[in-house]
């Protein structure tokens, strides 16, 4: 459960720094913020996939730039369910998606192990001494 709060956090610091960087998208609230960031996070989960294997050959044609349309139409989708959270146009969307994917990858880069698992970065007390030889 605590990797699911972790996830949600890093979605809700996306989404509210895409409001502060883009002029066009519009939070009234606090909670609109944490809702609009909790439904993003669960279609990325659960829809997005769907619509990336649904979308294959135009993904292809584009070179993997189609996926930054699908990112801002789910954006745009987030905002009609929303009342709170309103992002004005398609390209409000769109450079909206870019800056929730770049924060969102550089928060979770953070809190991701080398398992893929979500754990809170820790200091270790001791480092490991690689038991190796040198081959000349």
């Known amino acids: ?9 890093v979605i809700t610091v996306a989404v509210f720094a895409a409001e502060k ?8 609230s606090l909670g609109a913020l944490l809702g609009a960031s909790l439904l993003l996070g669960i279609i990325n ?3 997005r996939p769907v619509l990336l294997l649904l979308s294959i050959p135009f ?4 070179m993997g730039l189609f996926i930054f349309v699908i990112n801002a139409l789910l954006l745009l989708f987030v905002s009609m369910m929303i009342p709170a959270f309103e992002v004005d ?3 409000s969307a769109f450079f909206g998606a870019m800056v929730i994917g770049i ?9 991701r192990s080398s398992d893929g698992k979500y754990h809170a970065i820790t200091h270790h007390p001791s480092i490991k001494q690689a038991n190796a030889r040198v081959v000349e």
């Not at 459960?1 to 956090?9: Q, V």
């Not at 924060?103 to 809190?111: A, G």
């Open 1 to 9: 459960m605590g990797a699911f709060f972790i996830r949600w956090m």
């Open 21 to 28: 960087l883009i002029p066009g998208i519009h939070c009234g």
């Open 45 to 47: 989960a659960f829809v």
């Open 59 to 62: 993904i292809l044609v584009t």
């Open 89 to 91: 146009g398609f390209w």
């Open 103 to 111: 924060v969102n990858w550089v928060l979770s880069s953070f809190f």
